[in-house]
């Protein structure tokens, strides 16, 4: 409850706040009727059940999320999830892999995972969310135009079927769509509508409209699904086996990575309209808590809604108050006009979504992104959508984070240089050394970056380009700031060959937590055998000196310079 906790120690539940958040509640409310409505159906649900989900999820969400203003829901990047769990193991199994999700979305909580599922990078993000853009609009063609259901196990098979479909088009349902399309984008710009959501408009007048005239053949929610019930369903609980357990893992876990990525970003967007920061971690806690308890009432998979919130900041919203109005004035609309929804036609929910899917695609920064980033960021830009589409929502994502990942260590690697050093670029710590000239026989090497797997071939191919042995090899370690156990095994068998053609190596000048790791795997010796690690160059050139003198026998510290550790 860190949100409210710091709304209440900032005064915004005071009376003289009260009116703004209750209004801003009231408005987004209404808002997310329709939508919570349409992504039901969409997702293959009835549509009383996203009510339930935006009722239960937003209060939930506002009493124990990390953002003020954030408003939870089902959102639009569920619906392809949702509706291929729906159609392999049902709406309970819907409801028990959300239930699932949310214990792991707690579990990444309390982990204090929030933080790292915010460097997910950009084109993975925009790739899947305008891919899932692209399905939604596909999927509503056939509420949209009247046509029949599509058939087909693939996104292209179903598309090709859609296309075939058009000639069988139902004329008055596609003009009351097309009306509620218009409604949806200009209904606000109406004199004296300003105020009034577009969705709420266009949802009005197609029901007043078939409520009306009775157009025969549009498909209504009391034709499709029989209407929406008042009130509030029973507590229940989906039934749960071992074996289901196991069958829906992989399903709540994509549930459960796409609800933290959407609830942060939408609660990073909230942050930058309100000027507020959010706690990553109790959000995270907030929304597994909410699609825990989701389920037991019939709702489905919830996150942050970004559209939702930005509605309620721009309506005037401080703090949880509105996100707690928002669900009640939709627990009153469902226990008192829920009869009158009965008409509401599947073709204007079809419009409203069509209008989602365009502001998920976000097609203005796709193309922007596709001219202006690098190739390499491009071509994950691409693969994302793509796989999205075509494949899978869980394969595109992880094979954009993985190449996203692998481009990125290839990056590093190309910035860690190990670079031989001249007495030129030595000069200044010679004369420092009181010498003008290196010690006869001996090579200076400088590692510069993170020395990881990625940057260990850095090593070898400097190492390689030593053609006679020299009596020494200094590699100076000051510059890098971390090591990985790649690192270590390649500077060891580096170091071993090196020994077994009479090169002495000395490592020198390491920062504490590179050094912690290399006494660690016994590269800095203490206590027996030749020392391999000096504290400061000087004294590996002391000890250089001293190796020169004597080939045959392990090298001594001059009297006075031991700094062992």
Request: aromatic share 6%; glycine share 8%.
């Amino acid at each position: 409850m860190i949100a409210v906790l710091e709304a209440a120690k900032a005064g915004l539940f005071r009376r003289d706040q009260w009116a703004r958040n209750v209004v801003a509640g009231v408005i987004v409310g209404v808002v997310a009727l329709p939508l919570a409505m349409a992504f039901s159906i969409a997702s293959g649900v009835k549509p009383e059940q996203g009510i339930y989900t935006a009722i239960i999820a937003g209060l939930v969400v506002s009493l124990f999320g990390g953002s003020r203003i954030q408003i939870a829901g089902p959102t639009g990047a569920f619906i392809v999830i949702l509706a291929a769990i729906t159609a392999q193991h049902g709406v309970d199994g819907l409801l028990l892999a959300t239930a699932m999700a949310g214990v792991m979305l707690i579990l990444l909580g309390v982990a204090k995972f929030g933080g790292v599922l915010r460097f997910i990078p950009d084109p993975v993000i925009v790739g899947f969310t305008a891919g899932i853009g692209v399905i939604i609009w596909i999927g509503q063609w056939k509420d949209f135009f009247g046509m029949p259901a599509a058939t087909g196990a693939h996104f292209h098979e179903k598309l090709l079927h859609l296309l075939a479909s058009f000639p069988q088009l139902h004329a008055p349902t596609t003009m009351l769509a097309l009306l509620s399309l218009g409604l949806v984008i200009y209904g606000p710009r109406i004199p004296g509508l300003a105020r009034v959501p577009g969705p709420l408009i266009a949802m009005v007048v197609a029901t007043s409209i078939q409520w009306v005239f009775g157009l025969e053949g549009v498909a209504t929610i009391a034709t499709a699904f029989g209407g929406i019930p008042q009130g509030l369903p029973h507590l229940s609980f989906p039934a749960v086996s071992f074996d289901r357990l196991v069958a829906l893992l992989p399903s709540a876990f994509a549930i459960a990575m796409l609800g933290a990525i959407e609830s942060l970003l939408s609660a990073v967007v909230a942050d930058g309209m309100a000027g507020t920061r959010h706690n990553s971690n109790q959000e995270l806690i907030g929304q597994g808590i909410a699609n825990l308890v989701t389920p037991l009432f019939g709702g489905f998979a919830a996150t942050g809604a970004i559209a939702r919130t930005a509605t309620n900041f721009r309506n005037g919203a401080t703090s949880p108050l509105a996100g707690i109005v928002h669900s009640l004035t939709l627990l009153l609309i469902l226990l008192l006009l829920a009869p009158l929804a009965a008409q509401v036609p599947l073709s204007a929910l079809a419009a409203i979504l069509f209008v989602v899917a365009w502001n998920m695609s976000d097609a203005r920064h796709f193309l922007r992104m596709v001219r202006t980033a690098p190739r390499a960021d491009v071509s994950i830009l691409l693969i994302t959508f793509l796989l999205t589409v075509f494949s899978d929502l869980v394969v595109a994502v992880n094979v954009g984070v993985i190449l996203a990942m692998l481009l990125f260590l290839r990056r590093m690697a190309s910035a860690v240089e190990v670079l031989r050093l001249d007495e030129h670029a030595l000069q200044h710590e010679l004369r420092d050394n009181g010498r003008s000239h290196l010690p006869p026989d001996v090579l200076v090497y400088s590692i510069e970056g993170p020395f990881f797997f990625g940057a260990v071939e850095n090593l070898e191919r400097a190492l390689e380009q030593t053609h006679s042995d020299p009596r020494c090899i200094v590699i100076r370690l000051n510059r890098v700031p971390f090591i990985d156990i790649t690192g270590i095994q390649t500077l060891e068998e580096a170091t071993q060959n090196l020994e077994r053609r009479k090169v002495r190596v000395m490592l020198c000048e390491a920062r504490p937590n590179v050094l912690r790791k290399l006494v660690r795997a016994g590269l800095a010796r203490k206590h027996s055998g030749p020392r391999r690690y000096f504290r400061d160059f000087g004294t590996a050139l002391r000890a250089c000196d001293a190796a020169t003198r004597s080939a045959e026998a392990p090298a001594n510290l001059p009297p006075g310079s031991d700094d062992r550790r």
